[in-house]
């Protein structure tokens, strides 16, 4: 199964933001776009195997429809889509962080972004 192709351009260049941003030192930034390319690849495989995708932004809510659709993930990968989650939000509004974004929050979510893109690329066989 191949993801379309749309779906990992898009990803890609997220997640190598998210890689360059940290040693920017825009942390915040880099987290949104970890989020955002670790919900690229689940949606695509997603789309992949079924035609279409949930519209949510949860990530752990993108891994239950990718176990109702057949594929087994180690359970770590929910501890990551949960922790990156928020990101989506949290980091793009001023004023309203429940944590500071620091090198080690960006480095922390490229990790968990890389974790679940590997995963869905292993299964996926992209090239």
């Given at each position: 199964?191949?993801?379309?192709?749309?779906?990992?351009?898009?990803?890609d260049a997220f997640f190598m933001d998210a890689e360059r941003h940290v040693n920017?030192?825009?942390?915040?930034?880099?987290?949104?776009?970890?989020?955002?390319?670790?919900?690229?690849?689940?949606?695509?495989?997603?789309?992949?195997?079924?035609?279409?995708?949930?519209?949510?932004?949860?990530?752990?809510?993108?891994?239950?429809?990718?176990?109702?659709?057949?594929?087994?993930?180690?359970?770590?990968?929910?501890?990551?889509?949960d922790a990156l989650s928020g990101e989506y939000t949290l980091s793009r509004y001023?004023?309203?962080?429940?944590?500071?974004?620091?090198?080690?929050?960006?480095?922390?979510?490229?990790?968990?972004?890389?974790?679940?893109?590997?995963?869905?690329?292993?299964?996926?066989?992209?090239?």
């Open positions: 199964m191949i993801i379309p192709s749309e779906w990992v351009e898009k990803a920017d030192g825009l942390y915040w930034l880099s987290c949104f776009e970890s989020q955002q390319a670790a919900e690229l690849y689940l949606k695509g495989l997603i789309v992949a195997k079924a035609g279409t995708h949930p519209f949510t932004h949860d990530l752990a809510e993108l891994l239950r429809v990718i176990k109702s659709l057949g594929f087994d993930f180690p359970i770590e990968l929910y501890v990551y889509a001023p004023g309203r962080k429940p944590r500071v974004y620091n090198d080690e929050t960006a480095r922390r979510c490229v990790e968990y972004a890389r974790r679940i893109i590997e995963w869905v690329r292993s299964v996926a066989k992209n090239p």
